[in-house]
């Protein structure tokens, strides 16, 4: 019986270790899901901080038919995404902290009207700095005979890298041994026949053009540019998780060892995916600023530019009412007095909700 | 005696294994999902603040009350982030965020940054040692998240 009691007892404590060991991997599962949420957060507020700063009106007095002349430059917009995560993760925005964010970002970017910008590992720190490393190797050499190789002093780099918009790319078409660049807002190119001469490669009979091209339309256009996009973010990716071999170590250098295909699905929302306006995306992997764990997945952020709808102020039987634009009736179009940006503002200004034509779709 | 003491393990490990392992999965659950909750308001907060481009005190008394709505004690910091544009000596460009004094109703410009912190107040040192050793208890809140006005 004592035996008995035993037996069932030590099965008994060893289900409460099975037990404790189950809810300590769940916790820690409960945990890693809410850092990846606010993660997901977050990177959502710094890519909409960088976005705004990206966008820039072409001209000062924007005319409000010609909407879609928003210009787009990527100046400081990776520091602003950077600034963004480091104040989420209560960290100073200071230029280290700003590197080891954008050490994270696996791969950004911006798609403009006439091209677009892809992030590139770039070297900052091109000084030629004698690195403690090789001033040892040297003196190895020198004293105890040892056969290190030393990089000639002229060679040695600062060795620092970072993460960099590149050059800006044209959206390219080949037709009829003619180079097409094109532009994804109306379709103008520019337009240029390669050839060889001597060896060398020279662009002869540069064309331009308004609208698109024979032979080219924007269905295909736009299929081409996701297409580039597509293959360029997945070779971006491959590039940032190459596993580095430091021979000094025998150690991985690249802190970016995420193991995993990656495509952009073209038609899985209508938001950010067929880009077919500007647009930027920013994809951060590998985080481990606040959880206890390195996060596995990948954040991606995008935001694209869209219409804004106006708030129309107008007058009707002598009482001031608003509605969006698209929603007033044509012949009453003459008896707009103002143009507000929220209806917040056009109540500011003594204007009430016409019950009647705001229930009705925009269009 | 073994008798009387096998017994008494034997209630203990029933009491644990059907009673205590589903209270604490349940209270794990439980407390995770405020956490996600208190995110969620945090971040609805910042998304009518950002819109409105003004926000008043009591604005984030709401935002207090609705964070501490979910049975943890919380406490909820706002701040608002001027960006400025300095010169380095070495002739770089930076930005610095400077904190501005709240006042009781705040109109703000685009391009400024309003971050929240919550902070879980009121740990028990028990609570904090067990997290530290074993894990089973859980790590307080502790998040901030910043939002440009748009």
Redesign the interface.
Known sequence: ??LL??I??II??F??CL??VF??E???K??D??WE??LR??SD??A??AF??ALKSENINIDYINLDSAEVSPQ?SL?VYA??MC????MV?T?SNRQLIKEHIAVAILATNNGFYVTETVEVDTTNSKSIKQEEKEVLNKMWGYNYQVVPEEEQNGGEYTIAWGLKRPYLMNIDDYTYALSMKDGSWLRAREQVHGGSYVLTDLERGPTYPPGIERGNLLSKINADINAEVAYQIQQRNKVVIDEDKGLSTNINTYAGTFFLPSELTNGVNTINKPTFLILIQNTKF?S?SKLSSVSASGYSIGKKRLVLGFIENGVRYYCYEGQLPNNKIGSIVDIYRSP?EAVINGYQAHLEYLPLPLN | M??YI??I??IA??F??TVG?VL??SN??EY?TA??MI?NET?NF?DKVTD?KEFSTEDIDDLSLAVNSYGVACNVNVKR?VPITQLTPLDDI????ISQPLEDFNQLN??E?I?V?VEEIGISPLRNTIYKF???E??KIE??????V?
């Open positions: 019986m004592k009691y035993g069932i007892n008994g404590i289900l409460a037990f404790l809810f300590m769940y916790n820690k409960l945990e899901n809410f949420y606010h957060i977050v507020k710094a909409e901080a705004a700063d400081r520091d600034d963004m104040l989420a993760y209560d925005p230029d606040n206890i917040k | 073994s008798d096998n017994t393990i034997s490990l029933a644990v294994l392992s604490v999965f794990a659950a995770n956490k996600v995110l971040n910042l409105a982030l930076n930005v610095l965020y685009a391009s940054v971050k912190s074993s894990g089973i859980n790590r998040f901030s998240v910043p939002a440009v748009r």
